[in-house]
């Protein structure tokens, strides 16, 4: 490979008297002229390797093939109408639609309308005033988590006033029908996509009157930062709920009564030392989610004029396994993760156990969401081998039916999902999910894509993915790892993965993949490491770890660089997973140990690599990705490529036009397979290897 010279600057960095070189600095900067070029640059040298992998056309046709079916969401009431989701198949955006009665459903509201390349998105769903009379959504442009917020009538669907600009991580609620509350930062000196951003805010905004006038509610205060504070309003608009965080992890706790308009903001918890959330009230009776002295947490009950944990009691208890509550129709669904497989129990009001609920397999459930008048609830199954299908339950009489399923050009009774438990360097269990076709030969010549992602308190559970179909249907294997890091067995496990402990992450990482191939699963030639963000620095940690252990290595939108990614956009709040360079000598130490930027070594042959990352992404920045792959191509040895694939127009993912996301996961597998050695795709012949 004749790469792109990528210069280097004389940056150094001292931290604790330790000299550290930063010769690619000037990657950061995403808006010079420089960065442009050289991103065009790089972009050219991989196209024209992408370019010539001979089975390209025929996975895409495959993957676009497979793609194309009809996905529907789950319905909801709003006033007189009900509304869903829905995508006919290959549309870069979801649609939303709307019937009243028996009519027949038409389009309410096409994102696919608000650019031509599908690159402006919905920010996230669609938010009805409480009487259900105003209707207002946000829009992400290109990618980026800076949204705007429009507000329509929805009978009409005219726009009724200015949009509002320049929010950030924010959630939309509504106060009966006269306003609602954001949240936002300032918008920072610099790129808006690169700069600090750490001092998060609540706004209201009142119907009627324009952005500048909306009232601060909450934050900016400079002597005490919160990096991320949300608002949102109880359903009988009695009371306003602030969750006020300083990293992503752990939160203080406010309400107000907004029946009285002299009432302040009470305190119900004034320290970060746990989750804690308001997930419905009675009146006054506040029902609360959390995990303070209950790692796998537990909901409470406690009346709102003294609301402080001394007062709490117990109302579904702590068990062994980790709770992950919803409400409606007047119930609780206690969905429970048993070594990651849903689990649900449904709850009255007064605490007693109606029914366990009976699901239709061993998978990953989501939905029984709803408002206390609704008879109806959704919700959703599916697992590595089963497309989501949506059900319909009746909490009263505890009735189920099939409400849509899919029809896709895919036979689940071919494959096969199981779950096995492998032992991690210090001796730790950790269950891993390994699904492929029926009666697939363990010859340890299987390509196999181990995926993960550990950490941030996240839980990989199974779910249904068209890319993964199409591997699996070229004979791969597809393996996922619950790792320490992630939430699978609550906060304990979280903390397991956490700072000092994160080399816990990439061990159990690394024993995963020994264990596919010490039990012929694969070997090092056939196998492929891959994740994204957190996942993106796991696989790069094991790659500059062990860079024999595969043969092909995936980091996407990866934190890369762990001695500055606190210096971006809002990065700082990962200190609870990462902790800082600047924290302590041994804190500094040990994240230079294992960040993937420090760790590339001169006269090594690293995995075949293709890096992925998007020009908006501004919650991972992409001089991560940049400046490793500067590392990587200045300091590889040997045949295997390494390479960044660098997507305009798009951020961290959400968002993304499903045009973009065929093209993006084509070349992913084309590269994996070619450089397994695969000129032809391996479902046509299992024997003509490359050479």
Known sequence: MNYPETKTVGTVDTYFDVEVKDPYRWLEDDRSEETEAWVKLQNKSTYAYLDNIPFRDKLKERLSNLWNYEKVGAPFIEGEYTYFSKNDGLQNQNVYYRKK???????????NTFSKDGTISLGGGLSFSKNS???????????????????????????????????????????KNEGFYYSSYDKP?????????????VYYHKLGTPQKEDALIFGGTPEEKHRYVFASVTEDNNYLIISAKVSTSGNKLFIKDLSNPESQLITILDHTDSDTYIIENEESKLFLVTNLNAPNKKIVTVDASKPIPEHWEDFIPETENVLTPSKGSGFFFAKYMVDAISKVKQ???????????????????????????????YYSFTNYNTPSSIYKFEPETGKTDLYWKPSINFNSDDFE???????????????????????LELNGKNPTMLYAYGGFNISLTPSFRITNAVWMEQGGIYAVPNLRGGGEYGKIWHDAGTQMKKQNVFDDFIAAAEYLIENNYTSSDYLAIRGGSNGGLLVGAVMTQRPYLAKVALPAVGVLDMLRYHTFTAGAGWAYDYGTAEQSKDMFEYLKGYSPVHNVKQGIEYPATLVTTGDHDDRVVPAHSFKFVAELQSKQTGNNPTLIRIETDAGHGAGKPVSKQIEEQVDIFGFTLYNMGFDVLPSKTKEKIKG
Do not use: C
């Open 417 to 439: 999902s199981k779950q096995v438990f492998y032992t991690s360097k210090d001796g730790t269990k950790i269950p891993m999910i390994i699904t492929n076709k029926k009666g």
């Open 189 to 201: 000196k610099g790129s808006e996509l690169s700069a600090k951003t750490d001092q998060h805010k």
């Open 347 to 377: 709850y009255n009001y007064n605490g007693e156990l109606i029914r366990d609920i009976e699901l239709p397999g061993l998978g990953t459930v989501n939905g029984f969401n709803g408002k206390k008048k609704d008879t109806v609830l």
């Open 101 to 111: 009665g028996d009519e027949k459903a038409k389009v309410f509201l096409d994102p």
């Open 133 to 175: 009379d105003m209707l207002a959504y946000s829009i992400s442009e290109g990618g980026s988590d800076w949204r705007k917020i429009i507000v329509v009538n929805p009978e009409t669907r005219e726009i009724v006033e200015d949009t509002l600009k320049d929010v950030k991580f924010s959630g939309i609620s509504w106060y």
